[in-house]
């Protein structure tokens, strides 16, 4: 496909910013929007097109904002609408645009909706946007047996009233009530919250959970499931709750606002891109992303995927085959705020066996992780899908390589997972601690300044920050020659000068079992993901008259020889 006529979001770089952990400008240890824009400069040094915000709305903060109780507005604690309008602005004089996170799957039960539903009569047009049905045993036992996500019973009971006796669905956690997208009310409701960011100059969105919105119909017992499994993998198994087709009519309903908008704002270019674990399933791939669907959806099997070849290369076929079926680019990541930060994750003793595959990487495994490997591997996977056809999602703080905070005390964990799986996990906080801007402990190391003239002592960051963190700041990083930061920085500059200008299509290259090789145009990107030296063959036809443009090791590949352990090379015409 000729540039020209690319979209932005098909081959963008994003950047995703989680408020909380940011910047936070006014000192009270919680990042905010006026945080964002005073760092603007350190996310725009990365080359990159937009920004994702974690949901920012008012909310609870049960899951950090993954409970909204008021879609159009913004979290006191980050800020305000007013703040949020000059980050647009601000953030478009550095031609960044400004993504949010819409979470339709479920609001929190603090929303005014779901507070007149709870008030309401069993059978009431309140009751009736959210999953509110009669519990069994005279209401005494829940509707089904369905278990939340994240641990415990998916449905918890009105109150003990006799009289009334129902129970409602919450797919996650009790505090985050289940929406019936059946609903008008519902329905309407969305189509205003997309209107109202897109007339704030939102330029798309990031949905979230799109795999448990819409349900069968009669909500029947999950059947049972043979076999030991995870309590935290069993919602992911319900064939009534998750993958449904209701939820595809969502998205097709989303999808048309979108369209209607643009159809009459000329110029503007909306996008939705879904989140949803669909690792291995390229059928599922396929079917979000049907032409009246999302834009894009996530490819989350690089991002799980072992440090071993074969794996590596399976993760890239699918995207890349459906890419050159339909023109649908993938959008690829290698982190997120779910899931163990990449360093350790690839630093584990046990990061190279297949069967550390797993949908379910909030767990550690338990291994032994070497911080300094787990660092290489994640510079040569970065240098891999810099160079693929497709957007990009950055997770703050991968440019600075930071590790999974491993050893959060129990008394400061704050993620619901912990608390509902009675600590069996331990959660998602490892991967948000706050960020390390500069080496001083006074400031929660550059996290929080003191308001404007306040010499008053910061407060303690939401999340410890372990003891070094400044070691690992962009200050620090800024100064070191070869450091991540720089790399990261290496990185979009090389996809500018040598990959945007590919053809938005690549295709898998046989350089022999240890390499994981991609062509694309006159771009071809080596990976060597095994722990020697590999040798590659020069004289092979994709690489005749080319010359390396990048390597994530210091050691550049000797004329007609090897690519180092772990690493990463793009050779180009
Ligand atoms: C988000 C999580 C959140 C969950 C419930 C996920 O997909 O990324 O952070 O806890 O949805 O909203």
Known sequence: MASESRRWWQDALVYQVYVRSFADADGDGIGDLEGIRSRLGHIASLGVDALWLNPCYPSPQRDHGYDVSDYVDIHREYGSLELFDALVADAATHGIKVLMDLVPSHCSNEHPWF???????????????????????????PPNNWQAAFGGSAWT????????????????????????????DVQQMFVDVFEFWFDRGVEGFRVDAVAPTGKHPDLPDQPPIDGDIDILDITWLNPHTVFRPEGHAVWRDFRATLAAYEARHPGRELMMVAEAYVVRRPELLRKFTRPDE??????????????????IARALHDPLDILADTGVTPAWTLNNHDIQRIVTRLGRADAHLP????????????????????????????????????????????ELALPEVLDIPDDRRTDPIFALTA???????G??????????????????????GDQAPVDEPWLPQPADWGDRSVAVEERRAGSTLHLYRELSAARRAHA?????????LELGR???????????????ATSAPVDIDLAHPALTDTTVVLSTTEQPTPSGSTIAADSTIWFCR
């Not at 507070?115 to 036992?141: C, M, N, T, V």
């Not at 009971?157 to 008008?184: I, K, M, S």
């Open 115 to 141: 507070r007149a539903a709870l008030a309401a009569a069993p059978g009431s047009a309140e009751r009736a946007r959210f999953y509110f049905r009669d519990g069994q045993d005279d209401g005494r036992a």
């Open 157 to 184: 009971r009105v109150d003990d009233d006799p009289a009334d006796g129902q129970w409602y669905l919450g797919t996650f956690t009790p505090h985050q009530p289940d929406f019936d997208h059946t609903n008008a």
């Open 294 to 311: 999302f834009h894009q959806m996530f490819n989350f099997d690089l991002m799980l995927s072992p440090w071993e070849p074969t794996s």
């Open 355 to 398: 069967e550390s595959w797993t949908n379910n990487n909030l767990v550690s495994s338990g291994a032994d992780v070497d911080l300094a490997l787990g660092e290489r591997r994640a510079r040569a996977m970065a240098a891999l899908v810099f160079a693929l056809p497709g957007s990009l999602y950055l997770y703050q703080g991968e």
């Open 423 to 429: 600590g069996a996990t331990t959660g998602r906080d």
């Open 431 to 452: 991967c948000r601690v706050p960020l390390p801007w500069t080496t001083d402990p006074a400031t929660s190391y550059g996290f929080s300044s003191p308001p404007a």
């Open 500 to 508: 945007n200008s590919q053809p938005l299509a690549a295709r898998a």
């Open 514 to 528: 240890d390499l994981v090789a991609v062509a694309r145009g006159d771009l071809v990107v080596v990976v060597n």
